[in-house]
């Protein structure tokens, strides 16, 4: 029972937090951003069209009017029509999802797995020289700008060497693949550094508990170890941080889309931002936040289900 | 006489340190028989686990080493199997339980899955699926666990303290193993399931016939349970009896110390006004031992020889089954 | 396996700096930062890096023995941009952690202290910040803010406090039933006199790690700020140099991007393996590693 009630109460609580956060936007975007109408209509309008154009948007209305839709935007995921391109902002979403996932979902996937057999790798070689090594480099790895692997990833290995596309997007499936690979490689470069890093913690902190004492004073061998009593302990916490993480496949890579001119959400952020399209960037905001809090919640939920010393009181 | 399953002998096992190496265990010797327990009693600190896990082979070789010593398992010398010889002898012929039962069973499965994981380890050969479940359940039983049917398809939080101790003893027995080591295995126990458990122990010695090495810093523990005693200080062992011989006739000063700080309800035993007593000083670092002999700061009975003169003092035998490691042995029937 | 015999442990902080200073690594790292903290001064006191704005030489010139690391589009050296460019991040991580910390560290002690409304009102505040991605925070705070360098500071050091906040209050909720905090109070020590003088100082190992690494997250942080558009103006950074090259390097210009990516790695790696090095010595839940 005492289950059910944290997970109604876990539950409830999204509502205060979507309030609150649709409360930041509002009062980064609609209040504090000040006046937008100068900057759409330039510094020679008239007092006629600044008012047209101010209930044209909206913004005459009451302040509390703006939080309410706000909210219940949030909800409904009818933002209105962006600024600039005038089109309905929920359909730029649904178009601008889709590649964007196709760089993200395989990245991300292909990604976790990989850390995890390194970090299990590295878990077996604790304190020998190839774990500090490979600490190392992650760490060495972690040091570089992001900017600067997608930068050099696309001169040296699309540019120079022409093994990848340097940029551009075909819809559907395979057409999209040779796009996509060179970014996801280079996502994979940027998130095995933090991610072995993190996995590695995870695995030692396990290793180091007295259930694997035991196992080995039952004549098992470390692999096995490693693999069976390890592992199914430390899934539990790297479960609980993929799913957090996945809210932010959503914005696609901002930087990679950029460069590698993908045609995803975060190329749609990018444009709002260059052109102060603030219901365009108001949107994105809240539909990743709202993303956000429910990955959250689905990851307590979860945890709850896979660590039998929840589920079973 | 029982038959000799267990011969220690001069065992020496060091660590490095980024201090130094610290021998932890220091050329100790004993001997463990078919169903008879020996209990080794000393402070934290005194080497008894490591001895333990020296036994097993479980010290992580770095920092970790046995640099000397026999371990003579039926004849084999353990001190010389590699880890997979030693990873047949675990969990199948020489067992060992911890202190911890709260967090000393793997938390993500069930109490019968790890008992069933022994068993199919070492003893699977003709054995059916179900056959290692029945025997899981067995185990359960045997140690005195009610409805294990229920209770083996149940996780370890599921169940209290002493249960999942019981657990572990079954995990180690599943096998029928000739040793069974137990370090600690009541110390994180309330007092009326340490009893209980204690007695489940010497109640499946006596069924199953395995010899037992008690690791305890508790004297009342070994009363209870232990047929013959050694007492480890600073890596040494500096007396060692039967049980009986030990409480009635404690040579070394450091066992009398220590059986004269058991608190007793009897004032005649205790010191003036009823005061606990207690050994005076600290237990000495392993990386600044003094020269002679570990205890001479401590020792109540301390002469101007024990300071190093004539070295370290050895373990002599002063009476059939009672040897002591002390230049002035303080017993009442002292025939040094 | 034998903790009573070896000397009983110092505080917390002469062990931690007794073991730091076996750590050749991390004392290294500790000079390379020290290194780059006097380079800053230095550079923004003009002599280093203080001819950066003069045209020395040809547009684009490869590194010679004369420019260690060539030219810019303008002739200028690259190298004196490169040491403007220590003085922008080292001010940029000093400051941005200037504005988080203090915020983390009241939020955080505030909500873990009294508990109750004031905590669930902080938490709620926390949660709901830390749910909106950074990069969206980081857009709409530059347009309030404008572009510009004090815009990066507020940017970056208004949405890096959530962490500490986390954290300072998880040991403040920690600490506040401890025996010593008890005994405070017993002998008449109110609420501040509490939380100051016994709890906080308990904390501040943590704030030392968190300081560490928001540093030089607020220095790749810059780089992305750059290319948005939303960076330093009108100043040499290595954002800006970084940015600049996503043009230069069709025409194979690589020595700018190549400077500023050399000694970014330098600092953030140092301030990297000093954190790691720290939360290894100052962390009492040390398990072996």
Same mark, same amino acid.
Do not use: C
């Given at each position: 029972m005492g289950i059910h009630i944290y997970i109604l109460r876990r539950l409830l609580y999204i509502i205060p937090l979507i309030l609150g956060v649709c409360l930041i936007i509002f009062l980064l975007f609609n209040v504090m951003a000040g006046d937008p109408t100068h900057l759409l209509l330039g510094k020679h309008a008239t007092v006629e069209q600044v008012r047209e154009l101010r209930a044209e948007l909206g913004i005459d209305r009451p302040w509390f009017i703006q939080y309410f839709d706000l909210v219940k935007s949030s909800f409904t995921f009818n933002f209105g029509r962006s600024w600039s391109t005038k089109q309905q902002i929920s359909s730029m979403i649904f178009q601008g999802i889709g590649p964007s996932l196709t760089l993200t979902v395989p990245a991300f996937t292909l990604g976790t797995i990989i850390s995890i057999i390194l970090s299990l790798f590295v878990a077996f070689y604790r304190g020998k020289f190839l774990d500090k090594m490979i600490v190392f480099i992650c760490v060495a790895m972690m040091s570089i700008s992001s900017l600067v692997y997608i930068l050099f990833g696309q001169w040296a290995f699309a540019f120079k060497l022409g093994w990848f596309e340097i940029s551009g997007y075909e819809n559907g499936f395979p057409d999209c693949i040779a796009y996509i690979i060179l970014p996801i490689i280079i996502w994979i470069m940027l998130t095995l550094g933090p991610d072995v890093r993190f996995y590695r913690t995870v695995m030692l902190d396990e290793i180091f508990q007295d259930y694997v004492r035991t196992a080995r004073a039952k004549g098992l061998s470390e692999p096995v170890i490693l693999f069976k009593h390890v592992l199914k302990n430390a899934l539990?916490?790297?479960?609980?941080?993929?799913?957090?993480?996945? #809210?932010?496949?959503? !914005?696609? /890579?901002?930087?990679?889309?950029?460069?590698?001119?993908?045609?995803?959400?975060?190329?749609?952020? !990018?444009? /709002?931002?260059?052109?102060?399209?603030? #219901?365009?960037?108001? /949107?994105?905001?809240?539909l990743t936040s709202v993303l956000v809090i429910l990955f959250n919640l689905v990851s307590d939920i979860l945890y709850t289900i896979v660590d039998p010393r929840v589920r079973l009181q | 006489m029982s038959e000799k399953v267990l011969e220690v002998r001069n065992l020496v096992t060091k660590f490095n340190t980024d201090r130094g190496a610290v021998t932890a265990v220091n050329g100790v010797s004993f001997d463990v028989y078919k169903g008879k327990t020996i209990g080794i009693v000393g402070e934290s600190g005194s080497g008894k686990s490591v001895t333990a896990l020296s036994i097993m082979k479980l010290i992580p070789t770095p920092p970790g080493e046995i640099t000397d010593g026999k371990i003579l398992f039926k004849g084999q010398d353990l001190a010389t199997y590699s880890d997979s010889q030693m990873r047949r002898i675990r969990g199948n012929k020489i067992s060992m339980i911890f202190q911890e039962p709260m967090t000393s069973l793997n938390p993500v499965y069930t109490v019968g899955n790890q008992i069933e994981e022994v068993i199919k380890l070492h003893q699977a050969h003709g054995l059916s699926k179900k056959d290692i479940k029945d025997k899981a359940v067995e185990m359960l039983r045997l140690v005195g666990i009610p409805s294990p049917e229920k209770r083996v398809n149940e996780y370890p939080h599921q169940l209290s303290g002493g249960m999942r101790q019981r657990v572990m003893i079954g995990m180690a027995l599943a096998c029928e193993p000739d040793i069974l080591i137990a370090d600690e295995p009541t110390t994180a126990l309330d007092v009326t399931i340490q009893a209980q458990i204690l007695d489940l122990m010497k109640k499946l010695q006596d069924e199953l016939g395995m010899g037992i090495i008690l690791i305890t810093h508790d004297l009342g523990v070994i009363a209870e349970t232990a047929h013959e005693v050694v007492v480890m200080y600073c890596g040494k062992i500096v007396e060692s009896a039967t049980v009986k011989t030990l409480f009635n006739n404690p040579q070394h000063p450091y066992t009398k110390g220590l059986l004269e700080s058991i608190p007793s309800f009897d004032s005649t035993k205790s010191g003036e006004k009823g005061r606990l007593t207690t050994i005076e000083g600290m237990v000495p670092s392993l990386f600044n031992l003094p020269k002679g002999c570990n205890f001479q700061d401590r020792c109540f009975n301390v002469k101007d020889d024990c300071r190093g003169i004539k070295g370290p003092p050895q373990l002599e035998k002063i009476e059939a089954n009672h040897a002591v490691s002390c230049f002035y042995p303080v017993g009442k029937e002292s025939s040094i | 396996m034998f903790e009573s015999t070896l000397e009983k442990p110092k505080s917390l902080w002469l062990d931690a700096f007794g073991r730091l200073a076996k750590d050749k690594v991390a004392l290294l790292s500790l000079l390379i930062i020290v290194a780059y903290f006097i380079a800053a001064i230095l550079a923004a006191l003009g002599i280093l890096g203080g001819t950066w704005e003069q045209e020395v030489g040809p547009s684009y010139h490869p590194p010679s023995r004369e420019f260690w690391f060539g030219t810019d589009i303008f002739g200028r050296d690259v190298l004196q941009k490169v040491f403007q460019g220590i003085k922008v991040a080292v001010s940029v991580g000093f400051v941005s952690a200037m504005i988080s910390i203090p915020i983390g560290i009241f939020l955080g002690a505030l909500a873990g202290y009294f508990g109750g409304i004031i905590d669930e009102i902080i938490v709620w505040f926390y949660t709901t910040v830390s749910s909106i991605p950074r990069i969206m925070l980081l857009m709409g705070i530059s347009l309030i803010m404008g572009k510009g360098l004090f815009a990066v500071y507020w940017a970056l050091g208004l949405t890096t406090w959530v962490t500490l906040c986390r954290l300072i209050r998880g040991e403040v909720i920690k600490h506040k039933e401890r025996e010593y905090v008890q005994a405070a109070g017993a002998i008449g020590g109110g609420h501040l006199r509490k939380l100051f003088r016994h709890i906080l100082p308990n904390v501040m190992h943590i704030v030392i790690i968190q300081f560490s690494l928001q540093f030089q997250l607020a220095i790749k942080s810059e780089v992305i700020l750059s290319y948005l558009g939303i960076g330093v103006q009108g100043m040499p950074s290595w954002g800006t140099m970084i940015d600049d090259a996503k043009l230069e390097l069709a025409r194979g210009v690589w020595w700018q991007l190549a400077g500023a990516t050399l000694f970014m790695f330098g600092i953030v790696l140092a301030f990297n393996i000093l954190g790691d090095a720290l939360r290894d010595a100052l962390d009492p839940k040390l398990k072996g590693k």
């Open positions: 539990i916490p790297i479960i609980t941080y993929v799913v957090i993480s996945i #809210p932010f496949l959503i !914005l696609g /890579a901002l930087l990679l889309e950029s460069f590698f001119s993908i045609p995803g959400l975060g190329g749609i952020v !990018l444009k /709002a931002l260059n052109s102060n399209d603030f #219901p365009v960037l108001r /949107a994105m905001s809240i | - | -």
